[in-house]
Nanobody, 115 residues
């Protein structure tokens, strides 16, 4: 399993970023995919998930209405569109295979929201 995140960076509050995750080494089209994040000094947190055909998306309450998860099974990618970013969204973001924390995940991409 290989998952490679990209798209992180520094943005001002209220800004937007789009994270992408390229997957390989497993059958992506039959795998539930999730996005997680970790703030330094805190535990890793599940924030969003998407089912195998992209018809059902789930979000943690603090990102609901601001973040949108999507997937492209033809390209083996899962994305997270983040809008209305807040300083408290600052974290390392990971994509993960599966819906339960602890599954295979990538190396992460840093998102910093600051003025």
């Amino acid at each position: 399993v290989q998952l490679v995140e990209s798209g992180g960076g520094a943005v001002q509050p209220g800004g937007s970023l789009r994270l992408s995750c390229a997957a390989s080494g497993f059958v992506f089209s039959t795998s539930y995919m999730s996005w997680l994040r970790q703030v330094p000094g805190k535990g890793i947190e599940w924030i969003s998930g998407i089912n195998i055909d992209g018809t059902y998306m789930a979000y943690e309450n603090t990102v609901k209405g601001r973040f949108t998860i999507s997937r492209d099974n033809a390209k083996n990618t899962v994305s997270l569109q983040m809008t209305s970013l807040k300083p408290e969204d600052t974290a390392v973001y990971y994509c993960q295979k599966g819906r339960v924390i602890g599954g295979p995940r990538g190396q992460g991409t840093q998102v910093t929201v600051s003025s």
